[in-house]
């Protein structure tokens, strides 16, 4: 079974600058999470969908990053203009649909730089 | 508003040692608890999931346990390796949706 993928690895740019990254969840994962790592960090839930409905984005800084997830599969996180604290690993997760029985399957993940 | 926290931060211990990791949580109302394991430069990998009418999981040389009243749970490592070397993250779920918040990690090495 294929696991999670993300794309690209690695990203460097400066700030006010635009980035994109894109997630493609495990076959039949109905939730796909979006969430932010800063260095020596745990994770923080940026997003979350259920198919291609948003069920949170209360911790999405809206006025620069957005997310969207056409057809409810492939999913894209955007952010516009860039600043130097979005420094991070960008950590794309899914899951069975919604239920908090089923396990989070994280990707690699993209870490971002800018300068 | 739920907070976890890992103590402690890092850890070094020898080869062969049994040791156990903490995460503590403020809101006792949670769905699940996991523990993932995070390689340098590497997402995370879930090693267990334990849900919140259960009191432990097991998965090979690895037990976690959850204590909701007091809002805490253990991570067990029997007879550690090198190659358990890595971060150990916790996580808890307070929804059905499912949306997890993390503590800090605990970056633990095994010395040879």
């Known amino acids: 079974e294929a696991g999670v993928a993300q794309s690209p690895r690695y990203k460097i740019i400066e700030k006010r600058q635009s980035v994109a990254f894109w997630c493609n969840p495990i076959?039949?994962?109905?939730?796909l999470y979006w969430y932010q790592q800063i260095l020596g960090q745990g994770p923080k839930l940026l997003i979350q969908?259920?198919?291609?409905?948003?069920?949170?984005d209360s911790q999405l800084p809206k006025d620069r990053f957005s997310a969207e997830r056409l057809k409810g599969v492939d999913s894209t996180l955007k952010i516009q203009p860039a600043k130097l604290e979005d420094s991070a690993v960008y950590l794309c997760a899914s899951s069975l649909p919604g239920l908090a029985q089923y396990e989070q399957y994280f990707g690699p993940g993209t870490r971002l730089t800018v300068t | 508003k739920q907070e976890v926290t890992q103590i402690p931060a890092a850890l070094s211990v020898p080869e062969g040692e049994n040791l156990v990791l903490n995460c503590s949580f403020t809101d006792s109302a949670i769905y699940n608890l996991q523990w993932f394991r995070q390689d340098p430069g590497k997402g995370l990998t879930s090693l267990l999931l334990?849900?919140?009418?259960?009191r432990e999981q097991t998965s090979g040389r690895l037990n976690a346990s959850l204590d909701k009243s007091s809002g805490r749970s253990t991570l067990y490592i029997a007879a550690s390796q090198p190659g358990d070397s890595a971060t150990y993250l916790c996580a808890s779920s307070n929804n059905a949706g499912n949306m997890l918040t993390f503590g800090g990690g605990t970056r633990l090495m095994v010395k040879p």
């Open positions: 969908f259920q198919n291609n409905g948003v069920v949170d």
């Open positions: 076959s039949g994962h109905a939730t």
């Open positions: 334990i849900q919140s009418s259960q």
